[in-house]
């Protein structure tokens, strides 16, 4: 059993930073590729960013250049550093983890966190 719990979303004004952190817990072997979605109000979950268990990153377009996902393995945490918010990143961020190398398609993901509130004000 794999459990994660996002922690560090909050209120902050357009142009401001949060960072996000997901601390997993359970099995290791299940913990390999993990990521960030998001979901807005009235909008389907989006990937944010995702890493390897190589740890090579991607990016989504809309964040690229101001989010960097990052994680620690030690510590079994995952991070997202969001700098330059803006209101439009305003969503519930959910942390996903899966056995597998890469993170695969939404639906076939097999761990998510609660999620956390990110407000952007303008």
């Known amino acids: 059993q794999v459990q994660l719990v996002e922690s560090g979303g909050g209120l902050v004004q357009a142009g401001g930073s949060l960072r996000l952190s997901c601390a997993a817990s359970?099995?290791?072997?299940?913990?390999?590729?993990m990521g960030w979605y998001r979901q807005a109000p009235g909008k389907q979950r989006e990937l944010v960013a995702r890493i390897s268990s190589g740890g090579s990153t991607f990016h989504s377009d809309s964040v690229k250049g101001r989010f960097t996902i990052s994680r620690d393995s030690a510590k079994n945490t995952l991070y997202l550093q969001m700098n330059s918010l803006k209101p439009e990143d305003t969503a519930v961020y959910y942390c996903a983890a899966d056995p597998g190398r890469f993170l695969p398609s939404l639906s076939l993901i097999d761990y998510w966190g609660q999620g956390t509130q990110v407000t952007v004000s303008s």
């Open positions: 359970g099995s290791r072997f299940r913990i390999n590729a």
